[in-house]
């Protein structure tokens, strides 16, 4: 059983920056991929971000170069650092590993 808590989500200037965080239960985390998704209203979740065990990540392309995904194995934590946000970035984000999700943080990029 794996739980994930996201925070970190709020109200940004368009070209603001938001770190979200997203903490996890178990002890196996080291070992699992972790991802970020996104949901934007109306609209279909969408792949963020990954990183895997080894630390290799991959980037949708379009936040790639102003998102960082990053993770802390010693504090079961995965961060998401989003810089140069736009109104387009505007969504739920969810933290994901294999078959559990977070409850999601709400992040409002204003133009």
């Known amino acids: 059983q794996v739980q994930l808590v996201e925070s970190g989500g709020g109200l940004v200037q368009a070209g603001g920056s938001l770190r979200l965080s997203c903490a996890a239960s178990g002890r196996t985390f080291s070992i699992y991929a972790m991802y970020w998704f996104r949901q934007a209203p109306g609209k279909e979740r969408e792949f963020v971000a990954v990183?895997?065990?080894?630390?290799?990540?991959n980037y949708a392309q379009s936040v790639k170069g102003r998102f960082t995904i990053s993770r802390d194995n010693a504090r079961n934590m995965v961060y998401l650092q989003m810089n140069s946000l736009k109104p387009e970035d505007t969504a739920v984000y969810y933290c994901?590993?294999?078959?559990?999700w977070g409850q999601g943080t709400q992040v409002t990029v204003s133009s």
């Open positions: 990183i895997n065990r080894n630390d290799i990540t």
């Open positions: 994901h590993t294999n078959d559990y």
